[in-house]
């Protein structure tokens, strides 16, 4: 089955790096854009990026463009999220998700998701 | 930008919920409901505004297209008490909206 797993987080300083992980199992990695999406505390879901499935094109927030970094490893099925510049504004659980075409589906929606890591930007 | 409403909604058990998402501009049928509970990923319900995900219930119900779209949960489980979201896939960024809270009321 999907398995989705999360890595990396942690109490971080302001203004400092941190790299996030998603280790994928149960489907074809390489066939698949994957997604962070990041959950400040209390509050709602935040669309973070976007990686296609060959790594040809990635898409970010307007919060974390020019920040953020998303990447993947499709020899060893792994998701990355390189964040530079951390504020306290990106304290969150972040998730990482899998693309999928459902069923009779025009587009793509996420049907799978880790269970998340959280990182705290505090001094 | 979607907006959903109302923010909270207060039902008992059996009672129907309606929640609102509505988009600022056209996002054609490219839209997907989540439900969320404590401590837990979300988990997706709706797809293509109306097409029940794998092993959802049949009460779930999704409708709309354009910029009005509407999430009917028909008769309240106990395990239904949730906070839902719409989310766009119509360009990038994508969105989500603010979310519904449906709490026992």
């Known amino acids: 089955q999907v398995q989705l797993v999360e890595s990396g987080g942690g109490v971080v300083q302001p203004g400092r790096s941190l790299r996030l992980s998603c280790a994928a199992s149960g489907f074809t990695f390489s066939r698949s854009g994957m997604h962070w999406v990041r959950q400040a505390p209390g509050k709602g879901l935040e669309w973070v990026a976007v990686?296609?499935?060959?790594?040809?094109?990635?898409y970010y927030a307007d919060s974390v463009e020019g920040r953020f970094t998303i990447s993947r490893d499709n020899s060893d099925n792994i998701l990355h999220l390189q964040m530079n510049s951390l504020s306290v504004e990106d304290t969150a659980v972040y998730y990482c998700a899998k693309e999928s075409r459902l069923v009779g589906a025009t587009n793509d929606y996420f049907e799978f998701w880790g269970q998340g890591t959280l990182v705290t930007v505090s001094s | 930008v979607l907006t959903q409403s109302p923010g909270t909604l207060s039902l008992s058990p059996g009672e129907s919920a309606t929640l609102s998402c509505r988009a600022s501009?056209?996002?054609?049928?490219?839209l997907a409901w989540y439900q969320q509970k404590p401590g837990q990923a979300p988990r997706l319900l709706i797809y293509d505004a109306s097409n029940r995900a794998a092993g959802i219930p049949g009460r779930f119900s999704g409708s709309g297209s354009g910029t009005d779209f509407t999430l009917t949960i028909s008769s309240l489980e106990p395990e239904d008490f949730a906070i839902y979201y719409c989310l766009h896939r119509v360009n990038w960024p994508l969105t989500f909206g603010g979310g519904t809270k449906v709490e026992i009321k």
């Open positions: 501009q056209t996002v054609g049928r490219y």
């Open positions: 990686i296609w499935y060959d790594g040809s094109r990635k």
